[in-house]
């Protein structure tokens, strides 16, 4: 799995460009920990306050600023997980991760420009451990599984690191993860070659925008799900769709009632040369990087 580069350390005296330049990596972290880019962006901007609220004696006393602000986010972000697991119980109908867009989708700002754009958004690195499928997994492990799994796993940290930000023992941690790796492979298939997932859904779009309902049925399993977010904000059903003739019939009313509607690539799972899943997300406030006519 491609991850993020790993903070460089730094000496005894700390670097202001160094420290904000940790920001493209909490915000990465912050991500996948949460699934959530509106709450990494509030965890990041925690951990730099608790930073910047340390006289400059302690932030010099600090011989690596970089691990520091990590352990800082992670453990923001294991509080965070916490309570989000109440919040998303009282959600109203099904909690699906923030897609994001990349450069090319992202109308937002100056993605695909010059400048580098403000946006973290922009900064959010776009790979197997941002697709939907992979959050979605993420979703069901418990805080401290996400953590030990996402630092160890993802981001390739050692186990007496991620003890320390999960506040366990290193062999807690590693257990942890073990129990992560699991669900993972539980709820992968078989794995389908990145080109051959693309024509799938490239055809599955060609047929949805032509309202096609037979050729969907084709592409679609037999047995696939489909789960809509729309948060109580925008027009989407509250239980998963089950049965690919049902998501077929669901889509094409919807686009009729949805003009705009963008199906996105990392919103599918394709299983056996068919789509599996689908994740519907409506609500608006998880589609602000698109323009406000856009969806996913």
Request: with cysteine.
């Amino acid at each position: 799995m491609s991850t993020p580069s790993k903070p460089e350390r730094y000496g005894s005296e700390p670097d202001l460009s160094a420290v904000v330049g940790e920001r493209r990596h909490l915000i990465n972290l912050a991500y996948r920990l949460i699934g959530s880019l509106a709450e990494a962006e509030d965890a990041v901007q925690e951990t730099y306050a608790r930073w910047y609220a340390m006289p400059r004696q302690q932030q010099e006393a600090i011989e690596s600023p970089g691990a520091w602000l990590t352990t800082v986010a992670g453990r923001v972000c294991l509080d965070l997980l916490g309570s989000a697991r109440v919040r998303r119980e009282r959600y109203v109908g099904s909690w699906i991760p923030e897609p994001l867009p990349d450069r090319s989708e992202w109308t937002g700002g100056q993605a695909g420009g010059g400048a580098e754009s403000a946006d973290p958004v922009d900064r959010v690195t776009l790979d197997e451990s941002v697709t939907m499928a992979f959050l979605v997994v993420l979703e069901s492990m418990t805080p401290a599984e996400r953590v030990a799994f996402v630092l160890h796993d993802v981001f390739r940290y050692p186990f007496p690191e991620v003890a320390g930000i999960v506040g366990r023992t290193p062999a807690a941690c590693r257990q942890l993860a073990y129990s992560a790796r699991r669900r993972v492979r539980a709820a992968q298939g078989p794995a389908v070659p990145a080109a051959g997932q693309a024509g799938v859904v490239r055809h599955f779009k060609e047929a949805w925008e032509a309202g096609d309902i037979r050729a969907l049925v084709g592409l679609l399993d037999p047995d696939a799900t489909m789960a809509a977010d729309g948060g109580g904000l925008a027009g989407a059903v509250l239980r998963p769709v089950e049965g690919g003739e049902r998501i077929a019939g669901y889509l094409i009313h919807m686009a009729g009632r949805t003009p705009g509607l963008t199906l996105l690539e990392r919103t599918f799972d394709v299983t056996g040369g068919r789509v599996s899943r689908i994740w519907a997300v409506r609500n608006p406030d998880k589609l602000r990087p698109w323009t406000e006519s856009g969806s996913a």
